[in-house]
Every structure is written in structure tokens, then in C-alpha cells.
């Protein structure tokens, strides 16, 4: 059978936009997640694409979860599968050494979040809409990572008392707890979203230092700080090696600003 493009993947000027397309609310399902996943991985690999940005068809939501029609007609075996290979998959996000952010462009509730929740910054469009993990009203808990990032974002009692209460609450709330890393104005929302992106860019930014921090953070935030500052030594020399960090320190000893390369 056919396979419907739930996924839509763009690579320009150094950034890969990973677009979640199955409107209005982009519901994932195990075949969306595939393709999610085969986005992913292209991205990573394209030694061009320097920043991914992940976002959801429409203006309505970003992305509202999982399919629950599909969960209902499944059996637990598949729906254990399920979660497995969505955690996988959003593992590999999170460790993809490129800076990760997502466009909150509508609602991002329950597995949505889970999503945005795996990227590095998460910026929302202003009145966009809600923002929460309601899972425990369908008598379930967030099941592809919710249980464990929101807590490593907003602190363990923050992120119980939201995901028990199962409350959804507007990206405003959403930034004081720093859930969302900025909010931006509704007009011309992507294109302010793609400026924005384009600053951690070459030649605007050394890509590889960009990576190489997103590394060390999200591996080091795991380990003992021995284990982590062992990773920054590594991480930091293989800096020392690139040509983007002869350039930078050139730069500064010459009093000129830097023009990087990405390499």
C-alpha cells in the first residue's frame, strides 16, 4: 500500500526543517514516527545541514500526541513497541550533535511535548495555544519521555504537580517555568523562526562548537561531574582541531569578526 508523507523534510542555507504534516493536529503514529526518525537521521548526516528545526503543519497545533484512535486498536504488545521506538527515536534527537529547535506553532500537549521536550530550545508563537502533559486523564502516564525530561526541566515537584493535575496552561506560563525558551510574535511566526535559527549558522556561528556544547550538556547532565568534565575535555579538543577555532582565535587577535565555516 501506499505510504502517506506524514512527514515533510526541507534543507536550505544550513538548516533541515522536520515538518510534522498530518493536520490539524499532527497526531503521530508508528508510521509518522518512522518517517520522523528517517528525518532525523538524514539530517545528522548531511554535513550541510547545521541546525534542525522541528515544527507542525498549520497554525492550529504543533502536535498533539500520539494517535489515540490507533492506540485503541492495538494490542499492549504494540503499544509497548510503540513507546519503545518513539524513546528511541527521541534519544536519538536529543544526541544528534547538531542544535535541535522546536517551533511551537500551535498546541503542543501530551506526546507533542514529549517531542518538543527532546529538542534543545523550544520557542513558541505568541496566543498560539496550550501547552501540558494531560495523559493522566486518559488513565495513563506520558509514556515517550515525559515522566523524565519535564522533570529534568522544571524540577522533580513542578513537573508531578503538572503531569497529575493533567493541566494544559498557555506558553507564557509555559516560559516562567522554563519550559519555553522564548516567545515570539504571531505574524510571520516560521520566518522569524528560520532568522533566528540562522544565527548558529556559518558564518554567524562556529556549527561544531554549537554541536559540541549540545553534547557535553545533554551526556554530561547524566553522569558524575568527573565523568562530565572528562566529556568537556574531550569534546573541547577536538575543537582545538577544527579550523573553526583557528579562525575564532585569529579573529580575536586580530581584532576582526569571525567568518566560520563550519568545519
Known amino acids: 500500500r501506499e505510504v502517506k508523507q506524514l512527514v515533510q523534510y526541507q534543507a536550505e542555507q544550513g538548516i533541515a526543517i522536520i515538518t510534522m504534516n498530518d493536520p490539524p493536529a499532527n ?36 502536535c498533539a500526541g500520539a494517535n489515540i484512535q490507533m492506540l485503541t486498536e492495538v494490542d499492549p504488545t504494540f503499544k509497548y513497541y510503540f513507546c519503545l521506538h518513539a524513546n528511541e527515536m527521541l534519544l536519538r534527537l536529543e544526541n544528534t550533535p547538531k542544535l535541535v529547535i522546536a517551533a511551537l506553532n500551535g498546541h503542543c500537549v501530551g506526546g507533542g511535548l514529549e517531542v518538543a521536550m527532546a529538542a534543545d530550545l523550544r520557542i513558541a508563537r505568541k496566543d498560539g495555544g496550550k ?4 495523559e493522566v486523564n486518559l488513565g495513563v502516564l506520558p509514556g515517550t519521555g515525559g515522566t523524565q525530561r519535564l522533570s529534568r ?84 579538543q577536538l575543537l582545538f582541531e577544527s579550523d573553526d577555532a583557528r579562525e575564532g582565535l585569529a579573529a580575536y587577535l586580530e581584532k576582526r569578526p569571525a567568518k566560520f565555516s563550519g568545519k
Open 131 to 134: 501547552i501540558g502533559l494531560p
Open 153 to 236: 526541566i522544571v524540577g522533580k515537584s513542578k513537573a508531578i504537580e503538572l503531569m497529575v493535575t493533567g493541566k494544559t496552561f498557555p506558553f507564557e506560563d509555559a516560559k516562567q517555568l522554563g519550559l519555553v525558551n522564548e516567545i515570539f510574535e504571531s505574524e510571520n511566526f516560521m520566518e522569524r523562526m528560520l532568522e533566528y535559527a540562522r544565527q548558529f549558522c556559518p558564518p554567524n556561528k562556529a556549527a561544531k562548537a554549537v554541536g559540541r556544547i549540545k553534547r557535553a550538556v545533554q551526556t554530561g547532565w547524566e553522569v558524575p561531574i568527573e565523568a562530565g568534565l572528562a566529556l568537556e575535555r574531550e569534546n573541547q
Open 27 to 62: 497526531t503521530y503514529s508508528y508510521e509518522m514516527n518512522r518517517q520522523l526518525d528517517d528525518a532525523i537521521l538524514q539530517a545528522r548526516m548531511d554535513n550541510d545541514v547545521y541546525v534542525i528545526l522541528l515544527t507542525g503543519a498549520g497554525e492550529k497545533f504543533f
